[in-house]
């Protein structure tokens, strides 16, 4: 069942996306992620930056989870934290 929500951006990934935040329609989160891709191609940085990223889904860590498993909810969020320096 496609479900929408909101994708939001933090750091690098927001520089890269050009925005803070957008909407999804999909799935699950490899649906999201390729939909953000296609939203995204003009600018491969984006890509890119996507590649080392980690993700939260309404508020759980992915970790290694297979990003097609991972289910979207009906008005979720998606967090899409590229790696931090520093502490």
């Known amino acids: 069942m496609t479900t929408t929500g909101t994708v939001r951006y ?8 050009g925005t803070a935040e957008e909407p999804y329609r999909a ?20 890509a890119r930056v996507l590649m080392r990223c980690s993700f939260l889904v309404d508020g759980d860590p992915v970790g290694t989870r297979d990003h097609a498993g991972v289910p979207l909810a ?10 931090f320096a520093g502490g």
């Open 10 to 17: 933090w750091a690098a990934a927001k520089a890269a996306a």
């Open 27 to 46: 799935a699950t989160l490899a649906e999201a992620l390729d939909a953000a891709r296609a939203a995204h191609a003009a600018n491969p940085e984006f």
């Open 74 to 83: 009906e008005g979720g969020t998606v967090e899409v934290l590229p790696p």
